[in-house]
């Protein structure tokens, strides 16, 4: 049990360390780092990545407590929890001394504008991940994309209805996760 609950640690340090971006923007390394050790399947994620959004708090904080205690129980969620958080504190320390110092300085607005840039891809790679597993169970792109993965098509029309709604900012988000969750629980 120690040594998962270790490598759980060490595995959410190494990700709370390059955590830039934000929660969504974090999910792919979070999936990858869960898939790469067999923690979780590419449908156990799917299940976290919904959990983590649907549960109050930071969304990697969220996906690294559901990952570690589907793998390892509560030790498991504490081990991820506490890995993914420790890196932050110095981090985000230095960052604001940084941006004190050098705030005006074009070099600056520069990184941050090429930061901007990666944190929208990762975060795409987050939407693109749920949409297959949604719409294609689980399937990868050039599966999609050559025709050997077969549409769920009631599950495509609820992602494309969600996000819909979503992007219209007229339902509250937990109350669109709520329905959702309800239509799946219909549909299976």
Request: hydrophobic content about 55%; charged content about 10%.
């Amino acid at each position: 049990m120690l040594t998962i609950l270790f490598r759980l640690f060490t595995a959410f340090l190494r990700v709370g360390a390059a955590a830039f971006g934000g929660g969504y923007a974090v999910l792919p390394l979070i999936r990858e780092t869960c898939l790469a050790h067999g923690w979780l399947t590419p449908e156990q994620f799917a299940d976290v990545a919904a959990w983590a959004e649907f549960t109050p708090g930071p969304v990697t904080l969220n996906a690294a407590s559901c990952a570690g205690f589907t793998a390892a129980g509560i030790p498991g969620a504490l081990a991820a929890t506490v890995g993914c958080v420790l890196p932050s504190l110095p981090i985000v320390a230095l960052l604001v001394f940084v941006r004190r110092k050098y705030r005006e300085h074009p070099l600056f607005s520069g990184v941050l504008g090429g930061l901007r840039s990666a944190v929208c891809a990762l975060i795409f790679s987050a939407f693109a991940a749920q949409l297959l597993s949604a719409g294609f169970g689980g399937a990868s792109l050039p599966e999609v994309l050559t025709g050997h993965a077969s549409a769920d098509s009631a599950g495509l029309l609820l992602f494309g209805g969600a996000f819909a709604l979503c992007r219209a900012k007229t339902v509250p988000p937990a109350a669109l996760i709520l329905f959702c969750g309800l239509c799946g629980a219909l549909m299976a």
